[in-house]
């Protein structure tokens, strides 16, 4: 059995839609909850504001996916208006630990890319226009289809990377990857990750590194700088920032950012031509 196929055995996306139709205005998620979210852009225009990172543009058929509870911002553009499929996103999880963690924060899929979710999307679009017993429900199924094509369609472009993909496939490895996610800034010693997966010292190094492609020091110091990009973009100071990605000092922090990326953190950031897209 593949990967993606393991990870769907033991967790399912179960959709509720909340919105189908012709929509204008903006609509405001604060990510507080654990639920995700999935919007089908059928036609329209519309712009998704997120704090740390690019707004997008969307003019053509799209469709959006967030895994778990992120913050966003959908805006209509004055005199326009979308015609939008909207559902929350519960996981239904046989693991303790959260493996969405494991995916991406937003897969944005343009229709044009993904030709498998034609017969998929005009289902969709046939059911929120028509009026026929089951509506509701048939529409809450298709989004749970949806979400399952995106992933496919994420593993096959490669948007899923390689720690991503290992964790969905195993369950020892995931509660290391999704630790580390949750508190990047711990020490995180060899041991302590071992027994974490289940497995001795030696073995967990081997298979960790065989199965997301490089050793867990390595791969702790890619979160952290993926973290402190992520912060930098909001404008944190940058004594602050090393801080929260595990450094003691900020030189300490400034020669591995240097090390990695070949320029300080404040040049980079200022190197940034993107602000904070997140709408008032």
């Known amino acids: ?120 999307l005009e289902l969709l679009d046939s059911e929120a226009r028509g009026q026929l017993g089951g509506r509701r429900l048939m529409l809450n199924r298709l989004c749970e289809v949806l979400v399952v094509q995106l992933l496919r369609h994420a593993h096959s472009t490669g948007q899923l990377e390689q720690d991503a993909l290992a964790g969905l496939s195993d ?36 298979h960790f590194h065989k199965q997301v492609g490089m050793p867990p020091a390595e791969y702790i110091a890619q979160r952290r700088m993926k973290l402190a990009r992520q912060l930098l973009r909001q404008r944190l100071p940058v004594e602050q920032v090393a801080i929260r990605v595990g450094y003691q000092t900020q030189p300490a922090f400034s020669r591995a950012f240097i090390t990695r990326f070949g320029v300080s953190p404040s040049a980079w950031m200022r190197s940034r031509p993107d602000q904070p897209g997140i709408a008032a």
């Open 1 to 120: 059995m593949d990967r993606l196929s393991e990870f769907l055995d033991r967790n399912v996306f179960n959709a509720t839609v909340f919105f189908d139709g012709q929509f204008c205005g903006d609509n405001h998620f604060s990510g507080a909850s654990a639920l995700g979210q999935l919007h089908v852009v059928r036609s329209g225009k519309v712009v998704v504001h997120h704090r740390d990172r690019p707004s997008l543009h969307i003019d053509e058929p799209a469709v959006l996916f967030y895994p778990r509870g992120l913050q966003h911002h959908l805006v209509v553009p004055p005199g326009s208006e979308v015609n939008l499929v909207c559902a929350n996103l519960a996981l239904e999880s046989e693991e303790a630990h959260a493996p969405t963690l494991m995916l991406p924060d937003c897969l944005h899929v343009r229709l044009a890319d993904a030709p498998l979710l034609h017969c998929t």
């Open 171 to 206: 369950p020892g490895l995931a509660r290391v990857l999704e630790a580390v996610q949750r508190q990047p800034a711990q020490p995180w010693p060899l041991d302590a990750l071992a027994r974490m997966a289940g497995m001795s010292r030696s073995k967990f190094a081997s």
